[in-house]
């Protein structure tokens, strides 16, 4: 079935660095591209977002960029901050025959060190 | 976001019982989804409703059930047939079906065997 890998597990940064966290899908078919971030027994909270139309978006110290042909996408922090410190899970929607569901990944621990 | 209410907070679950978890939204939303975390995986979809009056299964439906009747709410019950019910519940809802809607998350219940 089809299924989103995410890597790394965990990562961690000083802060004022850069974080990268890979994502890749299964279904060629997907075309919505969410990223949530989850603090420690809170909800996710979406991020940033990406369609298949586009290859970049960026706001502000986050973008994420997707190779539609390769199937990846990744997210990029850059200048690192101590409350970048959470779980960030990448998603892909379900196409054929179910329109609006999402897959997610494992997820990724972040922590930013001061 | 605000405009999801998921309750109670924490609930424990005697051997045998039923126990429902609550989820209300009032952002007119079509299209509502329940996950189940647990520690060290990403978000598995139980079950999913894109209209009022009907649902489908997710990825992991055994041992629960839903509810429709209303478009703000539905209700996910966790039976005694769900032999391993402690984890993290988030219920969230989108705009429709439509194909890359972003997911908003309520604060979700955690659930644990008395």
């Known amino acids: 079935g089809e299924n989103v890998e995410q890597h790394p597990s965990t990562l961690s940064v000083q802060e004022g660095d850069s974080a990268v966290i890979k994502c890749t899908y299964s279904?060629?078919?997907?075309?919505?591209f969410p990223w949530y971030k989850q603090e420690l027994g809170k909800r996710p909270q979406l991020i940033i977002d990406?369609?298949?139309?586009?290859g970049e978006k960026k706001d502000q110290r986050i973008a994420v960029t997707l190779n539609k042909t390769a199937k990846h996408f990744s997210l990029h922090i850059t200048e690192t901050q101590p409350e970048d410190s959470a779980v960030y899970f990448c998603?892909?929607?379900?196409?054929?025959?179910?329109?609006?569901?999402?897959?997610f990944g494992q997820g990724t621990e972040l922590s930013v060190k001061p | 976001d605000g405009g999801i209410t998921q309750s109670p907070k924490y609930l424990f679950r005697k051997e045998g019982q039923n126990v429902t978890l609550s989820c209300e939204q009032n952002?007119?939303?079509?299209?509502m989804y329940w996950y189940r975390q647990d520690p060290g995986q990403g978000l598995r979809l139980i079950y999913y409703?894109?209209?009022?009056?009907?649902?489908q299964k997710g990825d992991i439906a055994e041992g629960y059930s839903v509810s429709r009747e209303k478009k703000e709410s539905f209700p996910l019950t966790v039976t005694s047939a769900q032999k391993n019910p402690t984890a993290f519940y988030l219920c969230?809802?989108?705009?429709?079906?439509?194909?890359?809607?972003?997911?908003?998350f309520g604060d979700g219940t955690r659930l644990s065997i008395l």
């Open positions: 998603a892909a929607n379900r196409v054929r025959n179910q329109g609006g569901k999402l897959i």
């Open positions: 990406i369609r298949s139309n586009v």
């Open positions: 279904d060629s078919a997907s075309n919505y």
């Open positions: 409703s894109q209209i009022v009056n009907d649902f």
């Open positions: 969230a809802s989108s705009m429709g079906p439509k194909l890359g809607q972003p997911q908003h």
């Open positions: 952002l007119n939303h079509d299209a």
